[in-house]
């Protein structure tokens, strides 16, 4: 099996060995192609190397190259795909989200005691992790009505499990509650001392209490080819000489068979564009008044509270978005200052062009958006009042963020 590897510096690509993801040399016969890029710190300059894996060292990878083994420090990798890079194969519409960001397509899932929750993934070793280092499980595939609703509820902390119901036209119901167990079939739920039986065909997942880690000390992404994504902060030598190692939360050891990889990347992160400057924001009243804009803008144009924005109908703000970034995450909700209500509309747009919309009609359900940004330079928030007036138009952003 062949991989692409790209390295940071020089501008012509050449051949070299597959990327080394063992301290032990691996079979004879084991043959991988990689395309791997890598940078050269003292320029600004790529270079993509393309050739056999040999294994994993604690400071690099090591690749054969005409011949002879060279190692590549892990601080010039920037992405590692096989070669030829293929097309991302369709997963199980099953994602469990962990507390890192970790996202895994799997095939079934269970938990007998309450404490491990054991995945079984398509094309990988089954894991068990455990369920407190667990954000979510989604049992159903997403549609346009529920993905908003879904993620918004995901971004909410949430002091009790959240069993999630699909309705009718794709509305989804949330009811809080104690996950007791759960297999391919049925999930367990304490309702308030009462244990139901919940089919899993029935329902859109679950939601765990907030616990856990922050995604943001890991460094690479390691994405499957059925589209598990894995965050962590280091790679090591597999159990088997086609396989590398990864530690996920809660000490929990995966084996990742080499030909389940489809790109590893080494420069992940996010950033918080709370904590960000704008590179652009406005306001215009609902209302003509003689007020000075610039006045008004200070009063009520959009402005940062803690890690999420916070801004009025009539509200714009734009922020720049650096190269390597991947995706824009978060969630939108009525304020919790707002007494009375009427319709809002949130846009989100990348580089002038509509990508998000939702309209708030009640008070405190939250809508969630994930949009791509790859190749974007900026993105935009607006605030739009319906035709029913401005009353209670304020709406809170819930912590968005970009994601490499």
């Known amino acids: 099996m062949e991989f692409s590897i790209k390295p940071k510096w020089a501008s012509a690509p050449c051949l070299i060995g597959f990327l080394l993801l063992a301290s032990i040399p691996l079979h004879a016969d084991a043959k991988t192609d990689f395309r791997v890029e890598r940078s050269?710190?003292?320029?600004?300059?790529?270079?993509?190397?393309?050739?056999?894996?040999?294994?994993?060292?604690?400071?690099?990878?090591?690749?054969?190259?005409?011949?002879?083994?060279?190692?590549l420090s892990f601080d010039q990798l920037i992405s590692l795909r096989p070669e030829p890079v293929g097309e991302p194969k369709q997963g199980p519409p099953q994602n469990v989200m962990l507390v890192d960001g970790t996202s895994l397509k799997s095939r079934t899932v269970s938990t007998q005691d309450g404490e491990v929750l054991s995945v079984e993934l398509k094309g990988q070793p089954k894991l068990d992790v455990?369920?407190?280092?667990?954000?979510?499980?989604?049992?159903?595939?997403?549609?346009?009505?529920?993905?908003?609703?879904?993620?918004g509820l995901t971004e909410q902390t949430n002091r009790s499990d959240v069993l999630v119901i699909r309705r009718g036209n794709d509305q989804l119901d949330p009811i809080e509650g104690v996950v007791v167990s759960m297999d391919a079939k049925t999930l367990q739920f304490d309702l308030d001392g009462e244990v139901i039986d919940a089919p899993i065909e029935r329902l859109e997942g679950v939601i765990f209490r907030t616990a856990g880690e922050s995604a943001t000390s890991k460094t690479i992404k390691v994405t499957g080819k059925y589209g598990s994504e894995f965050f962590v902060s280091k790679l090591e030598s597999g159990p088997v000489a086609d396989a590398i190692k990864v530690s996920l939360p809660?000490?929990?050891?995966?084996?990742?068979?080499?030909?389940?990889?489809?790109?590893?990347?080494?420069?992940t992160g996010r950033v918080l564009l709370a904590q960000q400057e704008p590179a652009e924001s406005n306001y215009a009243a609902y209302l003509k008044s003689g007020v000075d804009p610039a006045l008004m803008a200070g009063w009520f144009g959009p402005r940062p509270d803690g890690d999420d924005l916070v801004a009025a109908a009539g509200g714009t703000v734009e922020y720049r978005i650096d190269d390597g970034f991947q995706s824009l995450r978060g969630a939108v909700i009525r304020d919790k200052s707002v007494a009375a209500s009427s319709h809002v509309t949130v846009r989100i747009k990348m580089d002038g062009n509509l990508?998000?919309?939702?309209?708030?009609?009640?008070?405190?359900?939250?809508?969630?958006?994930?949009?791509?940004?790859?190749?974007?330079?900026?993105?935009?928030?607006?605030?739009v009042a319906g035709e029913d007036g401005d009353v209670g138009d304020t709406v809170r952003v819930l912590q968005p963020r970009l994601l490499k």
């Open 130 to 151: 455990p369920l407190r280092f667990v954000g979510s499980i989604r049992f159903q595939g997403g549609t346009a009505t529920s993905d908003p609703q879904w993620l």
């Open 355 to 383: 990508v998000w919309e939702q309209t708030l009609q009640d008070g405190r359900t939250p809508r969630g958006f994930q949009v791509p940004v790859a190749g974007s330079r900026r993105v935009r928030f607006e605030v």
């Open 250 to 267: 809660g000490e929990t050891i995966h084996s990742i068979p080499l030909d389940q990889i489809q790109a590893i990347a080494w420069s």
């Open 40 to 71: 050269d710190s003292a320029s600004s300059d790529t270079q993509v190397l393309v050739g056999d894996w040999v294994s994993i060292t604690e400071t690099g990878i090591v690749v054969k190259v005409d011949g002879s083994p060279q190692t």
